[in-house]
């Protein structure tokens, strides 16, 4: 099983609110990445986590905030956001964060529309 | 840092016709390269990859070429069908980083 499960799958919010986005795999895998993507573009990379500790942050502003509770689940809090953040954001996890890139599994992804 | 061009941007092909998408990258110490399909509405889905120290790999009608000393690979997908049209990234990753680098995409349309 190479799931990676997102929600929710589309979500509406104004700059005011503040909103979070929910990540999980059960794959045991100890790497865990939310990546950015917009229309007819690739994904970039914006945080990731290896073995629940932040190793790399893609200089993202700080209204973007990522949470690792444990190797399961990630999320990313969203407060105060603009209209350019509207994008989909893709979650993935790979089996560990060693020098031996191991394979990356994504989510489905969130629509996220920010008025 | 790691620079990934990818074409052709769009491709069309009739179904039965051989697909073919070149991506050369810019850091020689990049050490893998997948390959991912992504559909409408949908996350990006490995479809193959190589490592550098393998020079092809092939998975039933899907092929991927590498050249390190060109920094190139190439995706192959033979005998096409409808159901293979989508969007295909392909990617690098620097040794010892857990980062990928995307290429810009290419749009396959298989016509019936």
């Known amino acids: 099983d190479t799931e990676v499960t997102q929600t929710p799958k589309h979500l509406v919010m104004g700059m005011t609110n503040k909103k979070s986005l929910k990540c999980e795999q059960h794959m045991g895998h100890r790497a865990m990445y939310w990546y950015k993507q917009k229309a007819k573009k690739p994904p970039e990379l914006m945080f990731v986590?290896?073995?629940?500790?932040?190793?790399i942050n893609e200089s993202v502003p700080s209204r973007f905030s990522p949470e690792c509770p444990n190797s399961s689940l990630l999320n990313l809090h969203l407060h105060a956001l603009q209209p350019e953040d509207s994008a989909l954001y893709l979650c993935?996890?790979?089996?560990?964060?060693?020098?031996?890139?191991?394979?990356?599994?994504f989510g489905p992804g969130t629509r996220l529309t920010v008025l | 840092g790691e620079n990934v061009e990818q074409h052709p941007s769009t491709l069309s092909v009739q179904e039965g016709d051989s697909a073919v998408i070149k991506c050369t990258y810019s850091?020689?110490?990049?050490?893998?390269f997948p390959w991912y399909k992504q559909e409408l509405g949908k996350g990006p889905q490995l479809i193959i990859d190589?490592?550098?120290?393998?020079g092809e790999k092939k998975d039933q009608r899907i092929a991927v070429t590498l050249n390190k000393t060109a920094k190139h690979f190439s995706l192959h997908i033979t005998e096409t069908q409808p159901e293979d049209s989508a969007v295909y990234f392909c990617?690098?990753?620097?040794?010892?980083?857990?980062?990928?680098?995307f290429g810009t995409g290419t749009r396959l349309q298989v016509f019936p």
């Open positions: 993935a996890s790979s089996r560990s964060g060693t020098s031996l890139t191991d394979t990356q599994y």
């Open positions: 190589i490592r550098s120290n393998v």
């Open positions: 850091d020689s110490a990049s050490n893998y």
């Open positions: 990617a690098a990753s620097p040794y010892g980083t857990d980062k990928l680098i």
């Open positions: 986590y290896s073995y629940e500790k932040l190793s």
